[in-house]
């Protein structure tokens, strides 16, 4: 009996509204066992309903304290930016069809973290480093990763490097004490590399001294790296060498104890990528509302009613597409190819096509 | 009809009080208590997986259990007590399963059915992540003498009638303009003693059930999987909602595993890495640093679980390597350094 359960989509409490007189015992145990268990699910839900509070506001509020060019949620004139800014976006356009139903709260490093466990924000925009210990001691879940990060080489391109080990007998300029000075100490030490660290005290002074030619590399995180070399004389003289020698990978976070509130977030991500897979793209989403492929069909709402359970429309995903594009979209609009950054897709292209990003499918 | 009213009368009886007992369940037990302190004063785990399968869950002569959803749950066993043999490991049969999971009959699921947005979102449960990378490929005969999908063409082949396999079957072979006949089965049962008895050339499903099926073959060497996947498909651990302490626990388990793998920590080493210096290595060994206190584990969790079960790696090899006679290649679950799709974020 409880495979009609578990295999079907839950009943609703109508189930409750059946007399007992007229029914057959199969059928009136299936009905019983399926209000009991839809009974079950509710009071876990009861505690914290972030959907429903964001539905009764009439907007997503999404925090945000970083200002990372391309990756957190940047003012630029009436419109936000970043890949922060474009999910947020999304999870608008997920809940009420309307990309525009945001609103922005500025923040503190210092303090995001307790604006969202408070529930004065619904979402960070920052993409914050999924750590062990951010995972689990701060009261937040991380959604998903929604950029692979990692600490690489930014050089001049007429100096012709060809890899990290082309950096033996030269200086990097690293600001001191840092992760980055201690990833790349660790990493030269590991690879036999005789490169020498140029530590400075700060990044700044670190991107100067590159700059003025005091070094043959600047050693940082990939999203620093190409925000540094958008703001050089000619960015198009530096290129990233091809060595990733950390791994970081940068998520949105939600407040934990809350799970259909995580559902909604991580399956926001997860459309954003089953699109790019399934060459869904915002410019194509009406086209593609006639598709024969029966996975474009699920995931846009044509066939199933995927998403209704969590409090979404059957059409999330079409509205998620549609507001805001697919991954790519996204990733090449604030950091990739159409973006002044410039950043490959790396780590960062579908599992399909030689990255890492990879989601379940909406089925 | 009076016999029918008396036996009527118990079943709503019947069915009242467990109706009363499902719906007051959750409240008492899993969505208020934590399941790490229902778990240890119960002095062991229970861990619930789909029907056995061979290599992922089987049991000996003996009644041990043993295998990859076996050794999760090892795994998650050493985090939470130090020792990877408090478990109880059951078996489910159906699809009850989930029902199981959310009255707290079970504390997780080492493996369901495929991840997919369904199962993800609904039934008051959640997969942590991706343990195993699977998808749709095809199983043959050595003597066929083919060695890609793409050489498949004018054979019959078999599969499960009325889900997503039969459909993406006819979708490869349409997009390859290539011809085949359709030899359609009910069960899986069927659909291999029908391969076994040459009805059909090749099989298509899931390569982790492919790899199943292979390995209970008379002859396993002379059947082979093709390398393409004409599917997505990915399987995980699942826990009910409403507990996130018992979902990090269980997700960094998870992640312990493949980050061990990472930095080179197995189970035959480490004993002899108290004195290395790198700082990752120091951190999974509780060295340096103190991890687990906020999912309320010992900072030790890591070095036990892999003390007790391996990495990633070693529990891939152990039951599906070279050694068990019928090796399947790492592929999709290889790192992400070595062309693979695991990835964990780091101990930090």
Redesign the interface.
């Known amino acids: 009996m409880l495979s009609s359960i578990a295999d079907g989509a839950p009943a609703g409490a109508t189930s409750l509204a059946c007399g007992f007189g007229e029914r057959d015992g199969a059928q009136l145990l299936a009905r019983l066992l399926t209000a009991a268990l839809f009974l079950s699910l509710a009071p876990a839900a009861a505690h914290a309903d972030t959907l429903a509070d964001i539905k009764g506001r009439g907007a997503v509020v999404c925090g945000t304290a970083s200002a990372v060019p391309g990756f957190s949620a940047i003012r630029q004139g009436d419109a936000w930016t970043g890949i922060g800014a474009d999910y947020c976006r999304g999870l608008a356009a997920v809940i009420f069809n309307d990309p525009d139903k945001v609103q922005y709260v500025s923040l503190q490093p210092a303090e995001r973290i307790a604006a969202l466990t408070g529930g004065r924000v619904d979402v960070l925009a920052d993409l914050m480093p999924w750590t062990l210990l951010g995972d689990t001691e701060q009261g937040v879940r991380f959604v998903a990763t929604m950029f692979y990060d990692g600490q690489g080489f930014l050089a001049p391109k007429a100096a012709a490097l060809r890899t990290a080990r082309d950096l033996t007998g030269k200086a990097v300029c690293v600001e001191a004490s840092s992760e980055a000075a201690d990833n790349a100490a660790e990493y030269f030490d590991a690879n036999n590399i005789g490169a020498r660290l140029a530590p400075q005290p700060t990044p700044d002074e670190a991107i100067a001294a590159y700059a003025a030619g005091d070094c043959a590399a600047y050693a940082a995180d990939l999203s620093v790296l190409a925000g540094v070399r958008a703001k050089l004389p000619t960015p198009a003289d530096h290129v990233l060498l091809p060595d990733l020698i950390s791994k970081k990978p940068l998520g949105v976070v939600v407040k934990a104890g809350d799970d259909r509130w995580f559902d909604v977030a991580r399956w926001t991500v997860y459309g954003l990528l089953d699109a790019e897979e399934l060459s869904v793209t915002q410019s194509n989403v009406d086209e593609m509302l006639g598709s024969d492929n029966i996975s474009v069909r699920r995931l846009l709402g044509v066939e199933g009613d995927f998403g209704v359970e969590i409090g979404l429309n059957k059409d999330w995903a079409y509205q998620l597409i549609k507001g805001v594009g697919n991954y790519a979209d996204v990733y090449d609009r604030n950091v990739g190819d159409q973006s002044p950054l410039k950043l490959p897709r790396g780590l960062n292209a579908l599992w399909s096509r030689g990255g890492i990003q990879y989601s379940p499918p909406v089925r | 009809m009076a016999g029918f009213s008396r036996?009527?009368g118990r079943?709503?009886r019947a069915?009242?009080v467990?109706?009363l007992a499902?719906?007051l369940?959750?409240?008492a037990a899993p969505?208020s208590a934590s399941t790490l302190d229902t778990v240890r004063a119960r002095g062991k785990l229970l861990c619930g997986s789909a029907d056995p399968l061979p290599g992922f869950a089987q049991q000996n002569a003996d009644g041990r259990w043993s295998g990859f959803d076996v050794d999760f749950c090892r795994a998650v066993a050493a985090a939470v007590f130090g020792d990877p043999d408090k478990v109880d490991f059951k078996p489910l049969s159906?699809?009850?399963?989930?029902?199981l999971l959310?009255?707290g009959a079970v504390d997780l699921l080492a493996r369901d059915a495929?991840?997919?947005?369904?199962r993800?979102?609904?039934?008051?449960a959640?997969?942590v992540g991706?343990s195993f990378?699977d998808g749709q490929g095809f199983l043959v005969h050595q003597s066929l003498n083919v060695v890609s999908a793409y050489e498949l063409n004018k054979l019959r082949v078999c599969v499960l009638d009325g889900g997503?396999e039969v459909?993406n079957v006819r979708d490869f072979f349409f997009q390859n303009q290539a011809a085949y006949t359709e030899v359609l089965y009910e069960d899986r049962e069927d659909l291999t003693v029908a391969y076994q008895a040459g009805r059909c050339d090749a099989v298509s499903a899931n390569v982790s059930w492919l790899y199943a099926m292979k390995r209970a073959l008379p002859d396993p060497a002379s059947h082979l999987i093709l390398p393409e996947r004409i599917s997505?498909?990915?399987f995980g651990p699942v826990v009910r909602?409403?507990d996130?302490q018992w979902?990090?626990i269980v997700?960094?388990t998870l992640?312990t595993l493949i980050d061990a793998e990472e930095v080179g920590v197995t189970a035959a080493n480490i004993g002899s890495l108290a004195a290395a210096k790198?700082?990752a290595i120091r951190r999974m060994l509780g060295l340096e640093g103190t991890?687990?206190?906020?999912?309320g584990l010992e900072p030790d969790f890591m070095k036990n679980i892999i003390a007790g079960v391996g990495n990633y790696g070693e529990m891939f090899d152990r039951n599906f390597g070279p050694d068990t006679g019928v090796p399947l290649l790492r592929g999709?679950n290889a790192l992400?350094t070595r062309g693979g799709?695991l990835?964990a974020?780091?101990?930090?």
């Open positions: 036996l009527h079943i709503v069915l009242v467990l109706l499902l719906t369940t959750p409240l969505a159906g699809s009850s399963r989930f029902a959310q009255t495929a991840w997919t947005m369904r993800d979102s609904s039934y008051g959640s997969y991706a990378f997503d459909l997505k498909d990915s909602d409403g996130d979902f990090n997700k960094w992640f790198t700082p991890f687990g206190g906020g999912m999709q992400w799709l990835f974020p780091p101990v930090q």
